[in-house]
């Protein structure tokens, strides 16, 4: 079983930038693949971002393509989201989340295990 604690969520004007942060528990975090999810009010959660393993292969929903950046350090057992260029429609709670097994997560349904979230709120 994994622990994911997320970090650095916050409220931002649009155009601003925010870095999230995720650790994870276990001595087998660099064995799977990572990513990022979130959850807007009335809406499903949906897919943002995934790493592979090794940091070498990512996936972006076209939303945040070229905004946003996901990396890992697997020496740290934590993966980052650097945000940039936000919009109020990024406003969601975004949830760190670890693949159940799938080794290019394209898809929240990729992954098995989601953190508690951190809110992200970017204002007008």
């Known amino acids: 079983q994994v622990h994911l604690v997320e970090s650095g969520g916050g409220l931002v004007q649009a155009g601003g930038s925010l870095r999230l942060s995720c650790a994870a528990s276990g001595r087998t975090f660099s064995n799977y693949a990572m990513g990022w999810s979130r959850q807007a009010p009335g809406k499903e959660r949906e897919f943002v971002a995934s790493?592979?393993?090794?940091?070498?292969?990512?996936y972006y929903a076209d939303s945040v393509k070229g905004r946003f950046t996901i990396s890992r350090d697997n020496a740290k057992n934590t993966v980052y989201l650097q945000m940039n260029s936000l919009k109020p429609e990024d406003t969601a709670v975004y949830y760190c989340?670890?693949?159940?097994?799938?080794?290019?997560?394209?898809?929240?349904?990729?992954?098995?295990?989601w953190g508690q979230g951190t809110q992200v709120t970017v204002s007008s």
């Open positions: 790493i592979s393993w090794g940091g070498v292969t990512t």
């Open positions: 989340a670890r693949s159940w097994g799938v080794r290019y997560p394209t898809l929240d349904t990729d992954f098995g295990s």
